[in-house]
T-cell receptor, first 113, second 113 residues
Framework: DTGVSQDPRHKITKRGQNVTFRCDPISEHNRLYWYRQTLGQGPEFLTY????????KSRLLSDRFSAERPKGSFSTLEIQRTEQGDSAMYLC???????????FGDGTRLSIL | QKEVEQNSGPLSVPEGAIASLNCTYSDRGSQSFFWYRQYSGKSPELIMFIYSNGDKEDGRFTAQLNKASQYVSLLIRDSQPSDSATYLC?????????????FGGGTRVLVKP
């Protein structure tokens, strides 16, 4: 069990640029979740996948955000035309099945200049 | 009213004492409940989960769930300075909400030697 892996750990970019993050879940975990966390707040749900199907997207996820999990393994989260308000920690989690505990990766910290 | 509420703290406890953390939730359909520990700058780490009313113990941690009163608590016995962290309560409402976790804002715990 190698845990949930996220890449990169840190990303600094200028406003207006596009960024992409990657998440590799724990092997055999068919559910994968993306959350966003800002300082002093709990994580907020963004979207989740069961295998390759994206089953729910939060209203927080504007049109500039897109996520994929093409083969039901790793997932990517892309943010287009980044804004200052996108600065946050982006967390990926995976779980084995319905209602099972979610395990988080180390996160990607995004800073928009 | 927030869906999951926690006292933000800080909760200051002397080393060796019991730290008691509370969390209330609004959705009566909530099915599973989780406590995560988060050190500053790190990602959430699962420490306890509970599904049924009553107590669940794991080492120095005890989770308590009362669905009728819609609260879940965490007790940390024999508190150590290494327990100083933010503790996040998370609730899974179930399939109707996509099994996403809804987090409280966290309670900051400080254990003083």
């Amino acid at each position: 069990d190698t845990g949930v892996s996220q890449d990169p750990r840190h990303k600094i970019t200028k406003r207006g640029q596009n960024v992409t993050f990657r998440c590799d879940p724990i092997s055999e975990h068919n559910r994968l979740y993306w959350y966003r966390q800002t300082l002093g707040q709990g994580p907020e749900f963004l979207t989740y996948f069961q295998n390759e199907a994206q089953l729910e997207k939060s209203r927080l996820l504007s049109d500039r955000f897109s996520a994929e999990r093409p083969k039901g393994s790793f997932s990517t989260l892309e943010i287009q035309r980044t804004e200052q308000g996108d600065s946050a920690m982006y967390l990926c989690a995976s779980s084995l099945a319905l209602n099972q505990p979610q395990h988080f990766g180390d996160g990607t910290r995004l800073s928009i200049l | 009213q927030k869906e999951v509420e926690q006292n933000s703290g800080p909760l200051s406890v002397p080393e060796g004492a019991i730290a008691s953390l509370n969390c209330t939730y609004s959705d009566r359909g909530s099915q599973s409940f989780f406590w995560y520990r988060q050190y500053s700058g790190k990602s959430p780490e699962l420490i306890m989960f509970i599904y049924s009313n009553g107590d669940k113990e794991d080492g120095r941690f005890t989770a308590q769930l009362n669905k009728a009163s819609q609260y879940v608590s965490l007790l940390i016995r024999d508190s150590q300075p290494s327990d100083s962290a933010t503790y996040l309560c998370a609730v899974n409402i179930g399939p109707a909400a996509g099994n996403k976790l809804t987090f409280g804002g966290g309670t900051r715990v400080l254990v003083k030697p």
